[in-house]
């Protein structure tokens, strides 16, 4: 396993260099503290060797001035503040000093300054320059950490245990190339073969859906308009690209997973360099100028598959880096002009509306009744807040500057507020768990449906694609250049550089935002089908994954619509991920036996979660779990440094496992949090099993005495660099203070356990008997002032109603009027907040030591000398593990930020892992 961020050569000379000249100031310090030891033991009496011990110890530190107790009129203090005699000092280990100075003074003449204080102040001392040796140490340690992982980014002795691996017949490199292959074949048989779709039949099933009526008639004919007005006015332009749009484009190309290491890299320093920016922008718009044409070359495109976590396998083409920043700029353009033709045609009475509809008579009785000017907004309307704002149209950015959205993105762990792709699907599980109480709670009964679409992307035929932008009034000149796009020739890497490339016939390549534009617009025209059919419900789609949940019936009317849109569109729902699952007291829990059954059957997975009929809930799937402690097992063992064992952990144990979990969400309740920890902890002593006294290993001791990741890792190092007795905050303090920086994914979950103090089923009870109680309230205000606005309906009684309508009556519906039953949706849904550990005096006085500089260092929010810019996280980790750290380093930093290469460290942990197989 290798980073996929190979750092260039001169930046491992850089690196070598820095290292070098740190080995030198060791030597120095060693000499001059075995100088002042030897003085200190030659001292002729206490008092002087504790002065000589002050001397040595704050000029090693870098104050001298610190320690000097005569002749001080005649001497410039380097800190004008602490030699004047502060009493408040930042740091505290200074103005300690600095105090010993003071009272060294004072035992010269005051006799009750005693012996035993002078040697209490010599152990400090001499603790003090047992703590700058120790950190010296810890740089060389750390320097030597980098080197190794440096040395091992080519990957050479990875290789080298493949090849051992495949000549021996057996392994897990084996299984891997297998299932490569496999899926290679796979991806052939359909990129590489014609599919058998009629555009005339595409043309015609749109017709039928989106002229139904007048309105979507309009609705589409002004969507054509915006579309059609658009093709033409980017054809237009004469020079559209700038430097200043090269800067968005190559940002927004970044972000995705298409250009090799050494091409990003190459497309940065376009950027630094303002004449390389102008000559790659007069070549983007001479080649958008002749659009028309465009091919590629005819050598071939490479191609590569890497491997994902989940054991899948995906196909990345290599373009030419001009090509990937001309398709960038383009794609991203038509993304967010077809969400935004879209966006408006959702918004029109084209799109049936969910929201229950009221007879004229009840609407006006609750008015009247509850002396409402304007009813209030509920339920309904903010779930389609949600779905409009999260869920429709996803992967289409809605500017330039945004880019095209990333399906699989994890985000960063600190500092980014913006809801990433995954927590995106977590919210989605959130949603459907709270909808599935909701329902059941007043109907009864629920159902949900989930599928995707098998082999999406590389199945998806070019005649459905073009079928659907021509009928959205994409015009003929970008038709045709979007179909030389589409059949680019192609050839795999691994056939060696003579092969002979193949057109592609099928399928839309991987992470390029003109195959987002065409995939999301492919499945709108499902969405809008699905929103027809089904009564205005929502299909909840990310990507071509999707879920429609509800009662029974709509179920089967969605089905019905998504089965029909697949049929046509000439693509398959991919069994392994379709499933139905009945939730209530009026289903059994599970699919129909028989043919009848209208609605697919299967389980209902997510990541390493399987909704239970029964409980009602996700339960972890512990088979799939041991598969991947298996995974992990051999990915880790394929790390040929620590740092990069310790990236790989991180991305394995602390994300994909966490995420393939679930966030928790008030929903899941306290229960989902215990079932995740439990298994957190299975895994990491199934990894790590305990040893007994006969040299055994056992997996079935308690959590608590088993083996751990931080004991393996010490044995690691000690056997590698002989070091010893590191504690357990060096593995998980961040790197700006000299740790490893391990993640520990139980920290998050137990965090949030603590801000979840009632279940869901009592949330839900608590919003009833609050309806019940505003009922009465209600009840009381009208029978004691009566209504402001006219009798809700006519009659021959001139009178208005005086009897207050029933409690039947003003719940009849709930989903579109209760305020209650909307607060507790929005709370269920809600993730808990991470509570904060409460700081101690202990770890405060650790913290006011520490460097200033590390608050500058950005927005990670890491363990920092101001508790208020500490995230969650790294509090509930400071607190933890500082014990450990204050008795073998002396303070929070195991080195001072300058003895170690921190910006090689952060470039090297900005790479990404390429999984080995």
Not at 20 to 42: G, M, V, Y
Not at 417 to 427: F, G, I, L
Not at 615 to 624: K, L, R, T
Not at 750 to 772: H, N
Request: aromatic share 12%.
């Amino acid at each position: 396993m290798s980073s996929a961020s190979a750092l260039p050569q001169t930046l491992k000379s850089i690196t070598a260099t820095k290292i070098k000249e740190l080995s030198k100031q060791r030597a120095l310090f060693e000499k001059r503290r075995d100088e002042i030891t030897k003085a200190a033991n030659k001292a002729p009496d206490i008092r002087t060797k504790a002065r000589i011990l002050l001397e040595g110890v704050t000029r090693l530190k870098g104050h001298p001035n610190d320690a000097l107790d005569k002749d001080d009129d005649d001497v410039e203090s380097d800190d004008p503040e602490g030699a004047a005699g502060s009493d408040e000092d930042s740091n505290g280990e200074r103005a300690g000093n600095q105090n010993i100075r003071r009272f060294l003074l004072q035992s010269r003449y005051d006799p009750s300054v005693t012996r035993s204080v002078l040697e209490e102040w010599i152990a400090r001392l001499e603790r003090e320059l047992g703590f700058l040796g120790v950190k010296h140490e810890h740089a060389t340690f750390y320097s030597d950490l980098v080197t190794e992982w440096l040395s091992n980014l080519d990957g050479r002795e990875g290789n080298e245990n493949e090849e051992k691996s495949e000549a021996s017949g057996s392994g897990f490199e084996e299984v891997g190339r297998k299932e490569m292959h496999e899926q290679r074949a796979m991806w052939e048989s359909l990129v590489f073969t014609t599919a058998d779709i009629n555009p005339d039949d595409v043309e015609r099933y749109l017709e039928s859906l989106f002229t139904r009526t007048k309105l979507s008639k309009q609705a589409l004919d002004e969507l054509r308009e915006k579309i059609k007005n658009f093709g033409t006015e980017f054809m237009t332009r004469r020079k559209p690209i700038s430097v200043d749009t090269l800067k968005w484009v190559t940002n927004a190309l970044l972000k995705s997973d298409l250009l090799a290491t050494e091409k990003a890299a190459i497309l940065k320093e376009f950027l630094r360099n303002k004449e390389v920016a102008q000559e790659v922008v007069d070549v983007l718009n001479m080649r958008l100028a002749s659009l028309d044409s465009w091919n590629w070359g005819p050598e071939g495109i490479p191609m590569e598959m890497r491997r994902q976590l989940n054991g899948k396998y995906r196909v990345f083409m290599d373009p030419d880096l001009l090509d990937s920043l001309f398709h960038q700029y383009i794609g991203v353009e038509w993304c967010v002009a077809f969400r935004g033709a879209f966006h408006a045609f959702f918004c029109t009475r084209a799109w049936k509306s969910f929201s229950r509809p009221i007879p004229k008579r009840d609407r006006e009785r609750r008015q009247y009744f509850l002396n409402e000017q304007r009813p209030q907004s509920g339920l309904d309307d903010y779930r389609k807040h949600v779905y409009q704002r999260d869920y429709f149209l996803s992967q289409l950015p809605t500017s330039v500057d945004e880019g095209v959205r990333s399906y699989d993105d994890e985000g960063n762990d600190e500092g980014n507020t913006a809801k990433n792709p995954v927590e995106t699907k977590h919210s989605l599980l959130h949603l459907l768990i709270t909808e599935s109480i909701i329902h059941t709670t007043l109907r009864g009964e629920f159902t949900v449906i989930r599928s995707d679409f098998k082999w999406f992307g590389p199945s998806l035929p070019h005649a459905t694609i073009l079928a659907v932008l021509k009928f959205f009034g994409v015009q003929k000149e970008w038709l045709d250049f979007f179909r030389v796009f589409l059949e680019a020739p192609v050839r795999f890497v691994q056939d060696g550089p003579d092969a002979t490339p193949q057109v592609r016939k099928r399928g839309i390549p991987m992470s390029y935002a003109l195959s987002t534009c065409f995939g999301e617009a492919v499945l709108f025209c499902m969405d809008y089908a699905v929103n027809q059919h089904a009564d205005g419900a929502f299909l909840y789609r990310l990507h071509d994954d999707f879920w429609f949940w509800g009662e029974e019936k709509t179920c089967v009317k969605a089905w019905k619509a998504m089965s029909q849109f697949a049929q046509v569109m000439g693509i398959e729902f991919n069994e392994e991920k379709t499933g139905t699952v009945r939730l209530g007291e009026k289903n059994d829990g599970s699919s129909k036996d028989g043919e009848s059954d209208p609605l697919p059957k299967g389980e209902i997975r997510w990541g390493f979660l399987k909704l239970d009929s029964k409980e009602g809930a996700f339960v972890i799937d512990q088979e799939q779990v041991d598969a991947h402690i298996e995974e992990l097992r051999r990915q880790l063992s394929a790390c040929k440094s620590v740092s990069a064992w310790v990236q790989a952990w991180n991305s394995y144990f602390a994300r994909f496992f966490a995420n393939n979990f679930a966030r928790p969400a008030m929903c899941f309740g306290r229960r989902h949090i215990d079932m995740v920890a439990s298994t957190l902890s299975r895994i990491e002593h199934e990894l790590f099993p305990t040893s007994t006294d006969d040299g055994a290993t056992t997996t079935t001791a308690p959590a608590s005495f088993s083996g751990s990741v931080t004991d393996y890792l010490r044995n690691v190092i000690a056997e590698r660099f002989n070091v010893h007795d590191l504690p357990d905050g060096f593995f998980y303090f961040p790197v700006e203070l000299g740790g490893l920086e391990l993640r520990n994914p139980f920290i998050p979950f137990l965090a949030m356990r603590e801000d979840i103090k009632q279940s869901p089923k009592r949330t839900l009870e608590k919003a009833f008997l609050e309806e019940e109680d505003r009922y009465h309230a209600a009840k009381e205000r009208f029978e004691k002032d009566g209504s402001s606005l006219p009798k809700p309906y006519d009659d021959d009684d001139d009178d208005a109603p005086t009897t207050f309508f029933s409690f039947e009556e003003y719940t009849r519906y709930r989903e579109v009027h209760s305020r209650p039953l909307l607060d507790a949706y929005r709370y269920l849904i809600r993730v808990p907040g991470e509570i904060g550990i409460s700081k101690t005096p202990e770890f405060q006085s650790s913290q006011a030591r520490l460097d200033e500089n590390i608050d500058k260092t950005g927005t990670r929010g890491v363990i920092s000398s101001k508790w208020q810019k500490m995230s969650p996280y790294w509090k509930w980790v400071a607190e933890l593990y500082h014990a450990g750290m204050l008795r073998k380093y002396g303070g929070l930093a195991a080195v001072d930020r300058e003895f170690m290469p921190l910006g090689v460290v952060k470039v090297l942990r900005e790479g990404k892992v390429r999984w080995q197989g």
